[in-house]
C-alpha cells in the first residue's frame, strides 16, 4: 500500500522561502513518478511539479517555473518541494501524489492521472 506523507508547511512571510518533504512508503519508487499540487480555498486543485524518479527529469507549471524546485531522495524515499520568494498567492495546502510508471508530461498537470495521494500540507504566505 502506497503512503504519501507530506510535512513542512506553515506559516511564512512573502518573500521567504520553504521546503516541503513527502515521505513515500509502502513501494519501490524507483519507477514511480511523483508530483505535488496545491489547492487553495474555493479553488481547483492545481499541478506545480512533477519528477520521473529514475531519470530525474522533471516539470513545472508555468505559475511556478524558476521558483520552485521539485527533487528526490532514492536513500531516503522523499521526495521535496523548494518553494522561494513565496508570494501570498502561493497559500495553499499542497498535495503529493504518486503515479506507478513515467506518467506523460501532457497527463501530468490532471490531478485524475494520480493514483495516490497524500494528506496535504498547509502553506500560508503573509504579506
Known amino acids: 500500500q502506497v503512503q504519501l506523507v507530506e510535512s513542512g508547511g506553515g506559516l511564512v512571510q512573502a518573500g521567504g522561502s520553504v521546503r516541503l518533504s513527502c515521505a513515500a512508503s509502502g513501494r519501490t519508487f524507483k519507477a514511480y513518478t511523483m508530483g505535488w499540487f496545491r489547492q487553495a480555498p474555493g479553488k481547483e486543485r492545481e499541478f506545480v511539479a512533477a519528477?520521473?524518479?529514475?531519470?530525474?527529469?522533471?516539470i513545472y507549471s508555468d505559475s511556478v517555473k524558476g521558483q520552485f524546485t521539485i527533487s528526490r531522495d532514492s536513500a531516503k524515499n522523499t521526495v521535496y518541494l523548494q518553494m522561494n520568494s513565496l508570494k501570498p498567492g502561493d497559500t495553499a495546502v499542497y498535495y503529493c501524489a504518486a503515479q506507478r510508471g513515467p506518467l506523460g508530461w501532457g497527463r501530468a498537470p490532471s490531478a485524475s492521472s494520480w493514483d495516490y495521494w497524500g494528506q496535504g500540507t498547509q502553506v500560508t504566505v503573509s504579506s
Open positions: 519528477i520521473r524518479w529514475s531519470a530525474g527529469n522533471t
